[in-house]
């Protein structure tokens, strides 16, 4: 007996797909006739109006700098027309409470003496405050030299184009950290 119900579920199962692919037919079938009956000039020219509308949005009126101090990552879009500079959306001062964080931020403009001219948008990741502030002014000091190739020679000798190098040690096994040693113990 159990047989005979399978089957009769099968059967419905079956009859269900079936009913789906003739719907998905006719849908297709529908789909067909409308590109069909619509002239080829109409789809280029819609496309050509998508492209256009692509082109415009890519208008580049930004200079960008990637930095990266540790684990932060800075990525900063210089812009010449308005004058905020915004880190993850908030104002830096506000982002970087500490004064030393915020001198840091504003060093590379310092240098150039053009605080206030520019104003930037940052979007930093990962790290401490400490290190997010140091790949900023890194970012900060690759979007001015994109901006004008003048300012290398000295951002390069203020050692604002320097990514450093320096990074967390790895723990070894059988250490407690990097190099610390566990407790010797004479007994």
């Known amino acids: 007996m159990p047989r005979k119900k399978s089957t009769i579920s099968d059967e419905k199962s079956v009859k269900a797909t079936e009913k789906e692919k003739k719907e998905k037919k006719t849908e297709t079938a529908i789909l067909e006739k409308k590109v069909s009956e619509t002239p080829k000039t109409e789809i280029l020219e819609e496309e050509v109006k998508i492209e256009e509308k692509e082109g415009e949005k890519k208008a580049k009126n930004y200079y960008e700098g990637v930095g990266s101090r540790k684990t932060a990552t800075a990525r900063v879009r210089l812009y010449t027309k308005n004058k905020d500079i915004l880190i993850n959306g908030k104002d830096y001062k506000i982002y970087f409470p500490l004064k030393k964080w915020q001198a840091t931020v504003e060093a590379p ?8 001219k520019f104003g930037l948008t940052a979007h930093v990741v990962g790290g401490g405050l400490s290190a997010q502030a140091e790949a900023v002014r890194l970012g900060i000091s690759r979007a001015l030299v994109a901006f004008n190739p003048d300012f290398k020679k000295r951002l390069r ?9 320096r990074m967390v040690e790895r723990k070894k096994y059988g250490l407690k950290k990097a190099r610390r040693a566990p407790q010797w113990s004479k007994r």
């Open 109 to 116: 403009f310092e240098k150039m003496k053009c605080l206030g």
């Open 157 to 165: 000798r203020a050692g604002y184009l320097t990514r450093d190098s």
